[in-house]
């Protein structure tokens, strides 16, 4: 069985936007690691190969003499770069796999958001003209409600078998007349990797051994970062010296939760991740000792991000409308305590593995941290089944438990 990934994001720093790339790289690199022949096409960094070999992975950097006038990141001329890919790539793809289809090889297309719509009607098109679509497997998967009035819904479910991400996204789109399997996100292996206890220890101790919160999300509404501010200010004034650390993004409702933020009496420092790994986040949380924000103002990798994790009193994942939660999972792979809202966190049970808000109000969330700091083993408790529920959202589980079986269920499929 051979794999092609449709996404405009993938593995390189360029191509990294969001939850998407972490899909896609995780995805194409455990099939690899299973031992299937994988190809990612994907809006690469223009200075890189075209094509580059990693095993069973092959890496496809498309797009990239447009690429090479946007050196923003992948979104950088988005339109162009959409409509050269939905022209150039699929009869690429269908001079390698029309081969193989009439060889009797199974080959299987997995792509990835409103921006391979386009890229899937054409591909299906080539391969029925070729008389093999019946042959192929091809899945259109959503990861959000991002550019759905542009989807011809009716077209789509016509070319391709539908996923998402959660229940919660597959009730949103029964509304756009498509009824999508859910093939769930998963992490990687090092997303289980632990941080050092000493690293965790002096993480805490630069911190002012306060109780720390976490929070790494764009800056959107839907992130209930207004609500995350309003935490920190209840907590300040109930005594318990919060610090938030807060890493968002580039989008202009920053500067309205900053404002917030001094409206409840937070002060905000901003720092930079000078380096990457566990030093460079733990120069930037030193000698913030009179700070209730850290804003951090560049990107935290993952190492960085797992001692955080670990090492913060709760990660606030608390979005009012969250498609998935990748943030949470990786929080509780490493025995992190992970706060969701109560939207598209399917694998979020309640005072179990993690702590869930079912409103938009701080006392709440002030109520639910109380009961743990009222009771460390529960808290303990927390850490653990989040950590056995993360290690059944592994990538390779996920291939296993939900992706194998929604190919076969697209074998007994009405034939074309």
């Known amino acids: 069985m051979q794999f092609h990934l449709l996404s405009f994001e993938g593995c390189d720093p360029y191509s990294r936007a969001g939850g998407v790339a972490s899909r896609v790289t995780g995805l194409a690199e455990s099939l690899a690691a299973l031992g299937y022949e994988t190809h990612l096409w994907f809006i690469g960094d223009p200075d890189l190969p075209g094509h580059e070999?990693?095993?069973?992975?092959?890496?496809?950097?498309?797009?990239?003499?447009?690429?090479?006038?946007?050196?923003?990141?992948?979104?950088?001329?988005?339109?162009?770069?959409?409509?050269?890919?939905?022209?150039?790539?699929?009869?690429?793809?269908?001079?390698?796999?029309?081969?193989?289809?009439?060889?009797?090889?199974?080959?299987?297309?997995?792509?990835?958001?409103?921006?391979?719509?386009?890229?899937?009607?054409?591909?299906?098109?080539?391969?029925?003209?070729?008389?093999?679509?019946?042959?192929?497997?091809?899945?259109?998967?959503?990861?959000?409600?991002?550019?759905?009035?542009?989807?011809?819904?009716?077209?789509?479910?016509?070319?391709?078998?539908?996923?998402?991400?959660?229940?919660?996204?597959?009730?949103?789109?029964?509304?756009?007349?498509?009824?999508?399997?859910?093939?769930p996100n998963g992490l990687p292996p090092d997303a289980f990797e632990w941080p050092e206890q000493g690293a965790v220890e002096e993480f805490r101790r630069r911190s002012g051994e306060r109780p720390v919160f976490a929070k790494m999300a764009r800056w959107d509404p839907d992130k209930r970062w207004l609500l995350t501010v309003d935490i920190v200010g209840e907590l300040k004034r109930a005594g318990l010296g919060p610090l938030l650390i807060a890493r968002g993004g580039v989008e202009s409702h920053g500067g309205e939760v900053m404002e917030r933020a001094g409206r409840r009496g937070l002060r905000v420092v901003e720092r930079m991740v000078r380096e990457p790994g566990v030093r460079g986040l733990l120069a930037a949380v030193d000698g913030a000792s009179d700070a209730d924000v850290i804003s951090l103002r560049s990107p935290v990798d993952a190492d960085a991000r797992r001692l955080l994790f670990r090492g913060a009193s709760t990660v606030l994942a608390n979005s009012g409308h969250e498609p998935f939660g990748l943030v949470a999972l990786e929080a509780m792979a490493v025995g992190g305590i992970a706060c969701t809202g109560c939207s598209g966190e399917d694998y979020a049970v309640p005072g179990w593995n993690a702590l869930v808000m079912q409103t938009a109000t701080p006392r709440e969330f002030v109520d639910l941290y109380d009961q743990l700091r009222a009771n460390p083993a529960e808290a303990a408790a927390l850490r653990h089944a989040g950590r056995a529920t993360a290690e059944t959202f592994a990538w390779v589980e996920v291939v296993r438990r939900n992706l194998f079986p929604a190919i076969a269920l697209d074998e007994r499929r009405t034939p074309r």
Not at 65 to 84: C, F
């Open 53 to 183: 070999e990693r095993g069973n992975l092959h890496l496809h950097r498309w797009c990239q003499w447009i690429s090479r006038y946007h050196r923003a990141g992948v979104y950088d001329g988005e339109e162009g770069k959409r409509s050269d890919y939905a022209r150039s790539l699929p009869p690429h793809l269908a001079t390698l796999i029309v081969p193989l289809l009439r060889a009797g090889e199974s080959v299987v297309v997995l792509a990835e958001e409103w921006q391979t719509v386009d890229a899937v009607l054409h591909l299906d098109w080539l391969l029925q003209l070729a008389g093999v679509r019946d042959h192929a497997h091809v899945f259109w998967n959503a990861n959000n409600v991002f550019g759905f009035d542009r989807v011809d819904w009716k077209r789509l479910a016509a070319a391709a078998c539908i996923t998402t991400v959660s229940r919660y996204m597959k009730h949103l789109m029964w509304r756009r007349g498509v009824d999508p399997i859910v093939v």
